[in-house]
């Protein structure tokens, strides 16, 4: 039966790739296109960056195996995450695992079936990054062909281990809401969590790529000592950043030791899933069939007074909506568990900040480190809109008629998505902003024209993506990162990512030449920074304004 299930699977896969009308393979073109140049753009950076370490005499190859060793631990980090929390929605809240769990097949079965699915739902995305990293590698310290295939075996092999540990996480976080509610399970999780990758990184990465020796002779050999080596070498990532290094150097022993030690714990972690799979996936199922959240104390009453009551200078029907929409947005936990996620990352990103040097006094690293931490906030108001804005209308599913058919209008469903999304991301990346600002001792210059940006950016990228989310929607799915992953999603992620791109060399340039004109006189065109400037606002105003004409125009013509 798991083999007919494969083959069904494998034709339904052809049948998407090769049949559908010009739209589809317009789509199909575009993921294309979007994957390529991302695979191209991350293969470029990468090979940069390790060009530039092999030029640097002594420490150079070690900074960049360490690079390697700490770019695929946050890739692990990623993707146990990622199978986590798709495998709640991919296992268990699917109708086609319900259908499966209907037939006379086993569990095991339905649950190997519907973990592949899972896997490669989970992981392409950090395989299309991984991949092009090895490669970079690879190409620079001219690795022989078959001893690049090596690597990228031991690659798909690295893959493989946190969707066995996500998938297992997640069946043992069913068992376990049985007796507490599943909101509190998954934040207990996560507290865990991270207190486990705090411990790790500040007992294992303490000889991090950032010291700042200032000429103490002492440190500088502590830290070059601590490149060569790992304190807790019984991790997946160093086994995979081992295997690299072996390969470069010629060490087959060394190369089949690492191998064989990730090769071994995946085999093992199948064997182990499986026996884990066959005891309690069905219990893990049916929980989360019958599981409801326990009743909170009075959580109707924070929504009347946060939404309803803050809310009353608008319509009765628009609040409604927007108390629905908080309601589903804490209810669903593929949405909160997401967001929660991106929110720790960010404050990991603040608290890493105070390794940053403070008092810098060349113009170049000052402007440099001030939109880098502006083009990082930029990067994620693109990755919440795509997450979260883009699937917005397609998330109200076949009930849309019931809006549309209603009082309500299109015009009020989109300014009520419109706006929610715009004012919550705004606060976020606004209050990232100041306190990165802060934390790195910016001037005001760079404070206002920073939080004036993320204003602008806010606008445009919750324009920009309610518009192609109205333009190209998807009622049939209800999970939202798999209508973000879409076809229309790349676009999405795609024109995000190049205007925020556009933003940051459009405001740089204007800002580096004016603190160069505060710092040593040096003359500024004003009539540049006044092109430059309205280029930016042009940009926005592009931005804003086409893709929702669009979005709207077709979505309004749309049969529903």
Request: aromatic letters at 14%.
């Amino acid at each position: 039966m798991f083999s007919t299930i494969s083959k069904l699977k494998l034709k339904l896969i052809l049948r998407l790739i090769f049949t559908g009308d010009t739209e589809h393979w317009a789509k199909v073109a575009t993921a294309i296109v979007v994957i390529g140049g991302f695979f191209a753009g991350i293969y470029y950076i990468f090979l940069r960056i390790f060009n530039y370490f092999i030029s640097v005499e002594e420490i150079g190859i070690a900074l960049a195996d360490r690079v390697i060793s700490i770019g695929f631990l946050a890739f692990f980090v990623m993707l146990l995450i990622s199978n986590i929390i798709s495998s709640i929605s991919t296992l268990f809240r699917s109708a086609e695992t319900e259908y499966f769990m209907s037939i006379p097949v086993s569990h095991s079965q339905v649950f190997w079936s519907r973990f592949v699915d899972n896997f490669f739902y989970s992981s392409w995305a950090t395989a299309v990054a991984g991949f092009p990293m090895a490669l970079a590698y690879i190409i620079t310290n001219h690795i022989p062909v078959w001893r690049s295939m090596w690597v990228f075996a031991a690659l798909l092999v690295f893959l493989i281990i946190p969707a066995l540990l996500g998938a297992v996480i997640a069946m043992i976080l069913m068992i376990i809401a049985r007796k507490f509610t599943f909101k509190w399970t998954a934040i207990s999780l996560a507290i865990v969590s991270l207190a486990v990758i705090y411990i790790y990184v500040r007992n294992n990465l303490s000889g991090g790529l950032m010291y700042n020796v200032l000429g103490d002779m002492t440190m500088l050999n502590y830290y070059l000592r601590e490149l060569g080596s790992y304190r807790n070498p019984y991790f997946p990532h160093i086994w995979f950043a081992e295997i690299m290094r072996s390969l470069r150097l010629g060490d087959f022993r060394h190369s089949l030791m690492f191998s064989s030690a990730l090769a071994s714990s995946a085999l093992f972690g199948l064997l182990v899933t499986d026996i884990i799979a066959k005891k309690i996936f069905f219990p893990s199922f049916e929980t989360a069939l019958t599981m409801t959240q326990k009743k909170q104390r009075k959580i109707r009453s924070i929504f009347k007074s946060l939404v309803w009551r803050g809310l009353a200078f608008v319509g009765q029907d628009v609040r409604a909506l927007t108390a629905k929409d908080a309601k589903l947005f804490f209810r669903d936990a593929n949405q909160w568990s997401q967001f929660t996620v991106l929110l720790v990352l960010l404050i990991l990103y603040l608290a890493n900040l105070r390794f940053v040097p403070r008092h810098i006094t060349s113009t170049y690293l000052l402007t440099l480190i001030a939109f880098a931490n502006f083009a990082f906030c930029g990067y994620i108001l693109a990755t919440l809109c795509v997450r979260f804005v883009y699937p917005a209308i397609s998330m109200e599913g076949k009930s849309l008629w019931a809006l549309l058919s209603s009082p309500l209008g299109i015009k009020k469903l989109f300014w009520e998505k419109f706006s929610t999304s715009f004012l919550v991301f705004l606060i976020v990346a606004e209050l990232i902003a100041l306190i990165s600002n802060s934390m790195l001792a910016f001037n005001i210059i760079i404070t206002v024209l920073t939080a004036v940006g993320i204003f602008l950016m806010s606008i445009s990228l919750v324009s920009l993506n309610m518009g192609l989310g109205m333009a190209m929607p998807n009622f049939e799915e209800l999970n939202p990162m798999r209508i973000a992953s879409s076809g229309g999603g790349m676009i999405a992620a795609l024109t995000s990512l190049i205007y925020v791109a556009a933003m940051v060399i459009l405001l740089a340039v204007p800002a580096h030449r004016y603190m160069l004109f505060v710092r040593t006189g040096q003359p500024f065109s004003t009539i540049e920074m006044a092109i430059t400037i309205g280029m930016a606002v042009l940009v926005n105003a592009l931005t804003m304004y086409f893709p929702l004409k669009v979005g709207i125009k077709r979505f309004a013509n749309r049969d529903f």
